[in-house]
């Protein structure tokens, strides 16, 4: 059961994090597009917005989740402390408590530098879209997985070492230096790059990266493809009512 270790947790804040920047980048493209063709410097700026307001919103969620999903691992670093959680209320408790409630905000700087992640895959992804609608009526199921897939993979190659940085600081058990005081945010993110080059070379950086692509880019591609399937059934029963009414 080790591998689903913080399955919850996760599965909660991906919900919530989902739902809180698909709303975002739809009402704003909605106000801002207004039935226009859109183009890929507005899906650029709109993921970037939304991303932010994510990243404002569920930020907490996620640092509890990181602690929840480590808790009990072996780690070879001193460095690191070890947490004792029962749960999400529990862990909430214990670090707004412990450590006040700043911290539930720990990795925000590196975060909100992330927004391209999710702004670069829009990016990518609608623009795939537009070329592909160009040349039939709607996108197939195969369609949507494949380049949702390639957007998230492009994202998550681009920003992997920002990413690595986040998940550190959210853990927030990391001394960062030998008289544990707390650094600022672009500070702590330099410090914690230029260490991990130091230890294991350029390639440091992407430590790791063939599973967080195994992940992040199978999560998106089902991700699109539900998006799709639902938002097209969506518009068929609003276009059904539509109909009856007039």
């Not at 930020?59 to 070879?76: D, E, H, I, S």
């Not at 040349?135 to 197939?140: A, F, G, I």
């Not at 920002?162 to 001394?175: D, E, M, P, Y």
């Not at 914690?192 to 440091?204: D, I, P, S």
Request: hydrophobic share 45%; charged share 15%.
């Amino acid at each position: 059961l080790a591998p689903y270790r913080g399955w919850f947790p996760v599965i909660s804040s991906l919900c919530c994090s989902n739902f809180v920047y698909f709303y975002t980048f739809n009402s704003l493209k909605a106000l801002w597009v207004k039935g226009q063709h859109s183009t890929t410097g507005k899906d650029l700026v709109l993921g970037v917005v939304a991303g932010v307001v994510n990243v404002l919103l569920t930020t907490p969620l996620w640092v509890v989740n990181t602690r929840l999903k480590l808790q009990g691992a072996k780690f070879r670093n001193e460095d690191i402390v070890p947490t004792n959680y029962k749960g999400i209320i529990d862990a909430f408790h214990q670090i707004i408590r412990d450590e006040g409630v700043l911290a539930l905000w720990n990795g925000t700087f590196p975060s909100l530098l992330l927004v391209f992640n999710p702004a670069i895959q829009f990016m990518f992804y609608e623009g795939f879209k537009r070329k592909l609608l160009k040349k039939q009526l709607q996108l197939t199921s195969l369609d949507a997985f494949v380049i949702g897939a390639i957007a998230k993979a492009v994202a998550t190659t681009l920003t992997y070492p920002l990413q690595t940085v986040q998940s550190i600081l959210r853990f927030g058990r990391h001394r960062l230096n030998p008289e544990n005081r707390t650094l600022g945010s672009l500070r702590n993110v330099l410090y914690l790059l230029q260490q991990r080059v130091r230890r294991f070379g350029l390639m440091g950086l992407y430590k790791g990266l063939e599973a967080k692509l195994l992940q992040t880019v199978l999560t998106a591609a089902l991700m699109f493809l539900v998006y799709e399937k639902l938002t097209a059934a969506t518009f068929t029963v609003m276009g059904l009512k539509h109909s009856r009414r007039h």
